[in-house]
Nanobody, 125 residues
Framework: QVQLVESGGGLVQPGGSLRLSCTAS????????MGWFRQAPGKERDGVSCISTNSTGTYYRGSVKGRFTTARDNAKNTVYLQMNSLTNDDTGVYYCAADYRTGGCGLSPYVYEYWGQGTQVTVSS
């Protein structure tokens, strides 16, 4: 059974940082592009960033470029999202997801086969 588990969410003040982790079991992530998505209350789930299987390709939505960094450690079956200079608009539930593919990555949620349960990130003073 494939399971993705996110961790690292919490409450942080504007300008602060958080590091999210996503660890997989039941699947080897080195065959999957990984994506991070977030969903604010009353809004759709949006792609935040993604990373290709071998880390050669990453992609970020415009609003997080220069502030967020995604990385992966295939040996640990784990993907990370480092979030810096957080703003209130970054508040939401953050999900990681896995997409079986040979190259590249994308921010459309429809291509991802497996999803974690999400972790809450709240940016507030």
């Amino acid at each position: 059974q494939v399971q993705l588990v996110e961790s690292g969410g919490g409450l942080v003040q504007p300008g602060g940082s958080l590091r999210l982790s996503c660890t997989a079991s039941g699947v080897a992530l080195d065959s999957y592009a990984m994506g991070w998505f977030r969903q604010a209350p009353g809004k759709e789930r949006d792609g935040v960033s993604c990373i290709s299987t071998n880390s050669t390709g990453t992609y970020y939505r415009g609003s997080v470029k220069g502030r967020f960094t995604t990385a992966r450690d295939n040996a640990k079956n784990t993907v990370y999202l480092q979030m810096n200079s957080l703003t209130n608009d970054d508040t939401g539930v953050y999900y990681c997801a896995a997409d079986y593919r040979t190259g590249g990555c994308g921010l459309s949620p429809y291509v991802y086969e497996y999803w974690g349960q999400g972790t809450q990130v709240t940016v507030s003073s």
